[in-house]
C-alpha cells in the first residue's frame, strides 16, 4: 500500500503548479483523500479533502477559489491543482487517505513559492 505524491517545484507568487497524489495496493474511489501541509515551524494543517463516495470537497478557507481537488478513479490518482500561489503556500505537501482498510498518507511533495 502506497501513496505517491509528486509535481512540487519553485514557481514564482500567482503562478500555478499541479500535485498528483497515485495509489497503489488499493483502489481509491472507496477512501476519502485530501492533502495537508506543513511549513517549517508550523503545525500541520488540512488543505483539502474530497470524500469516498459522493466526492463532496472541504478546502481550507485560504485556498478557496484557488485550488481544486479532484480523482481520476481510472488512473486511482488524485490532484490537487494550485493557481494564484502565494508565499505562505510554501510548504511540503502530503497526500492522505482513509477509509475501510485504515488510513495512509504519503511522502511529501516541497512546494515553494517566492514573493
Known amino acids: 500500500v502506497q501513496l505517491q505524491a509528486s509535481g512540487g517545484g519553485l514557481v514564482q507568487s500567482g503562478g500555478s503548479l499541479r500535485l498528483s497524489c497515485a495509489a497503489s495496493?488499493?483502489?481509491?474511489?472507496?477512501?476519502?483523500i485530501g492533502w495537508f501541509r506543513q511549513a517549517p515551524g508550523k503545525e500541520r494543517e488540512g488543505v483539502s479533502e474530497?470524500?469516498?463516495?459522493?466526492?463532496?470537497?472541504y478546502y481550507k478557507e485560504s485556498v478557496r477559489g484557488r485550488f481544486t481537488i479532484s480523482k481520476d478513479n481510472a488512473k486511482n490518482t488524485v490532484y490537487l491543482d494550485m493557481n494564484n500561489l502565494k508565499p505562505e503556500d510554501t510548504a511540503v505537501y502530503y497526500c492522505?487517505?482513509?477509509?475501510?482498510?485504515?488510513?495512509?498518507w504519503g511522502q511529501g511533495t516541497q512546494v515553494t513559492v517566492s514573493s
Open positions: 495496493g488499493f483502489t481509491l474511489d472507496q477512501f476519502t
Open positions: 474530497i470524500s469516498c463516495c459522493d466526492s463532496t470537497t
Open positions: 492522505y487517505a482513509w477509509g475501510p482498510s485504515g488510513a495512509y
